[in-house]
């Protein structure tokens, strides 16, 4: 089987190299390990951090490439590789634009979302997150059920996909024009679900893998799913194919310009966990399964040098559990109930040792050993804002109550006996953080202080949106892990995105994309977007010097 190029893997960095590759004339193949398309792009937010995008420029944003270039080499330090980031800032807006005229991709300005590091020059506080367009699934027709599903625990409650520009009228429910916008959302997932099986309009990271699924079969890429890459092929030097199981039989594919790593990094691998992450025997990951490093490993079975100096292996995130009767494990990345007021953090001594809104939380678990810690919060708060996998307005409550994901105590004193904290370590924490609240300052560790904490706090909570009292019980509380929303440590790669080897040097026929490669970053984000912006511009780059030869 010959083929000019050859991609491994399904989310953004590989769909969009094979995108591009085949949109140059090439004939592309795209191998998916799992059983459907969308990778880890498809379970994400699916916002692309891409300073200076057209969307940006047409909004009238008041920014520069140079001056977020600058921002982000400063958050990364000594440790960037400068040529890589250079690139990536060059090539985003290219990429974007291309995208939209030569493909289904299209992105629009998201709501202000604030640089992660708001005290480094040059962090904007808007104008640099894009976020994909919604899509109809119905338009990939017979092809919608090789999509990924999105996973009901993120942002799918009962499987109807709500969206970031949603947000807005949920805050304002039951005003009329929130209700009415909801109650459309509603309906047509219903009829969907009863038609279709699922709902079809898709948002979010699971927007951005259907468009950029459709976009690959309109552009001619082969896509096979089931098709795991068992090795690279080589000869004189030369990455010239794979061995992969195609219709369940191990089968060489030949690609006569190049091969690309692409497989969504080692998350689900306990071998590679062991070797690059704080408490892997109690680290969750929110991504599929199937991530268990195959591209890393074929990398580097021919050489290929891994990064080995990031400041850390992870995109951190804070991560609960449910195991359903049926043994599925729901798991739910808090990134939203802990910003809330109301909501702490305690560690078995009951006391609070973080920012609960802090994008670096996760880190504080590990430099304090406080894993796992709990969260907590009063009855009247998780009715509100809902916790964890508890919606808003208490849906699920008792079935979460049953399963032991939620625990709960009529005072301070009972809850902390039920989770194993502290009671009067516990009862000290609440009456700091109540007397703290009637100023709306805390004193202990500034949840609140910063305009990227108050972006997911509530707007209508004065004067902190996201600082308030524990107030009177019944109280509940979930227990947390450490978890990640991808890895980042991977093959290393120049800023033409092929994979260099232990001497530094390209490995001929070889290229790496989005979690396979070390992260641009070299583990530390700048921002929201900066795993799936980078995989989808290595990918744009893998995919254009593989057409360009």
């Known amino acids: 089987m010959n083929y000019d190029v050859i991609v491994m893997g399904s989310g953004a960095a590989g769909l969009t190299a094979a995108v591009t590759a085949a949109k140059s004339g090439l004939k592309v193949v795209l191998l998916e390990k799992a059983g459907h398309f969308g990778g880890t792009t498809a379970i994400s937010g699916g916002g692309v951090w891409i300073p200076g995008s057209p969307q940006a420029i047409a909004a009238g944003i008041d920014d520069s490439v140079e001056k977020a270039r600058d921002y982000a080499l400063a958050v990364v330090g000594n440790r960037a590789e400068r040529e890589i980031i250079e690139a990536y800032m060059a090539v985003g807006p290219e990429m974007v634009a291309w995208l939209g005229a030569n493909t289904s991709v299209h992105f629009l300005l998201s709501p202000p979302s604030s640089d992660w590091y708001p005290e480094v020059p040059g962090s904007a506080h808007e104008g640099r997150l894009l976020a994909p367009a919604e899509f109809d699934g119905k338009t990939l027709g017979a092809d919608f059920s090789r999509l990924s599903k999105p996973r009901e625990e993120f942002n799918a409650p009962g499987g109807m996909m709500i969206d970031l520009f949603d947000l807005p009228y949920i805050a304002r429910l039951p005003a009329p024009g929130a209700l009415w916008h909801m109650a459309k959302i509603a309906v047509r997932f219903a009829l969907d679900k009863r038609k279709l099986g699922r709902g079809s309009r898709l948002t979010m990271g699971t927007a951005l893998a259907g468009r950029l699924f459709k976009s690959a079969i309109d552009a001619g890429v082969e896509l096979r799913e089931n098709a795991p890459v068992e090795r690279l ?13 195609i219709d369940g039989k191990s089968t060489d594919l030949k690609a006569a310009r190049g091969v690309v790593l692409a497989s969504g990094g080692f998350s689900a691998s306990a071998e590679l966990r062991k070797a690059f992450i704080p408490y892997p025997d109690q680290h969750i990951s929110i991504l599929p ?11 580097q079975a021919v050489g290929a040098a891994m990064g080995a100096d990031n400041h850390v292996n992870a995109v951190w995130a804070v991560v609960s559990t449910n195991t359903l009767a049926n043994g599925y494990v729901e798991r739910y990345a808090h990134l939203i109930d802990m910003s809330k007021p109301g909501c702490i953090a305690v560690n078995n001594q009951g006391a609070r040792f973080a920012n609960e809104a802090s994008q670096h939380f996760v880190s504080a678990m590990h430099a304090t050993g406080t894993v796992p810690a709990h ?38 004193e009972e809850l902390a006996a039920r989770i194993g ?27 609140g202080d910063t305009l990227i904490d108050q ?38 790669i120049d800023a033409k995105c092929r994979v260099r080897g232990e001497d530094g040097q390209p490995i001929p026929g070889l290229w790496a994309a989005g979690l396979d490669a070390n992260s641009i970053w070299q583990g530390k984000s700048p921002a929201h977007g900066c795993n799936v912006g980078p995989a989808m511009v290595t990918g744009y780059i893998a995919g254009k010097a593989i057409a360009s030869l």
Do not use: W
């Open 233 to 245: 092929l080589v000869e004189d030097g030369k990455v010239v194919g794979v061995r992969a199981t």
């Open 289 to 299: 399964y199937t991530n268990t490093g195959d591209g890393i490993a074929a990398g």
């Open 375 to 412: 969260i907590i919060a009063s009855a009247k708060n998780v009715k509100k804002y809902g916790m964890g996998l508890v919606l808003p307005g208490g849906g699920r409550l008792k079935e979460l109550l049953a399963s032991g994901y939620l625990k709960s105590g009529k005072t301070l």
């Open 421 to 447: 904290v502290n009671a009067a370590g516990l009862v000290a924490t609440a009456a700091r953080v109540n007397a703290d609240a009637a100023t709306g300052k805390d004193t202990a560790f500034g949840k």
């Open 455 to 492: 972006e997911i706090g509530d707007p209508g909570h004065a004067p902190n949106p996201c600082f308030g009292p524990l107030g009177d019980g019944p109280y509940y509380a979930i227990q947390i892990f450490p978890g990640d929303g991808s890895t980042t440590v991977g093959v290393k």
